[in-house]
């Protein structure tokens, strides 16, 4: 079945620092949707991506997508205490079916 | 607006006790509901999803079941509880039909401790 495997598991960073999450399917997906987790809480949907190449931002956070649909990352430019979680994608296949999590990568911030 | 609500928010139950555990959602009609649970640190396992009243499907084989009674109420149920089930259960929404460009709705979660 399809895997979705995401480095690192755990990042910990100064405040001003960068952060980037990596993300890899085994097979090529229809689109990728990224996710994030505060401490204690549930996921909360931040992007979806749906073309190959594709790059999204939201503020300090760049969104990408592979050019073969199978890899994604997210890079945090200049991280801030508020960025604390756990950052998961999540990735559907081409023929439609469950969205499959990956493990996530937990980033801890010292201020 | 939808919501989603989940009950109870923490939980701790002994071995072999029964489990109930209740999500509904609010403002949609005929979603996509899902049982999800987060071990400790790690990622988020599909239990189950449904896709209408009383259609379960199950993901991975296990001690837990889960029934749709109504069109917004999806219940994770446990006849008999194990040290492994403990864990954080998330209950999750997405619109309905085959669209393939849908977010999940994630509840806020329930942590069960088995001891």
């Known amino acids: 079945g399809q895997q979705v495997m995401q480095i690192p598991q755990y990042q910990h960073v100064q405040e001003g620092e960068d952060f980037t999450t990596y993300c890899n399917s085994s097979?090529?997906?229809?689109?990728i949707q990224w996710y994030k987790q505060r401490p204690g809480g549930h996921p909360v949907f931040l992007i979806q991506?749906?073309?190959?190449?594709e790059v999204k931002k939201q503020k300090r956070l760049t969104f990408q997508f592979g050019e073969a649909k199978k890899n994604s990352s997210l890079h945090i430019t200049a991280t801030q205490t508020t960025d604390v979680g756990t950052y998961f994608c999540?990735?559907?296949?081409?023929?439609?079916?469950?969205?499959?999590f990956g493990g996530g990568t937990r980033l801890m911030v010292k201020p | 607006s939808q919501t989603i609500h989940q009950w109870p928010a923490t939980l701790v139950q002994p071995v072999g006790s029964p489990l109930s555990l209740e999500c509904t959602v609010e403002?949609?009609?005929?979603?996509?509901l899902y049982w999800y649970r987060q071990a400790a640190g790690r990622g988020l396992q599909l239990l189950f999803y449904?896709?209408?009243?009383?259609?379960i499907s199950s993901e991975v084989p296990q001690n837990l079941s889960a029934s749709r009674p109504q069109d917004r109420q999806f219940i994770l149920s446990s006849k008999k509880l194990l040290l492994s089930d403990s864990g954080f259960y998330l209950c999750?929404?997405?619109?309905?039909?085959?669209?393939?460009?849908?977010?999940?709705?994630f509840g806020s979660g329930t942590q069960l401790s088995v001891l």
């Open positions: 097979t090529t997906l229809s689109n």
């Open positions: 449904s896709v209408g009243i009383g259609q």
């Open positions: 999540a990735g559907r296949d081409n023929a439609g079916n469950m969205l499959t």
């Open positions: 991506l749906v073309k190959s190449g």
């Open positions: 999750a929404w997405k619109r309905p039909g085959l669209t393939l460009n849908e977010k999940l709705f």
């Open positions: 403002g949609t009609s005929n979603p996509n």
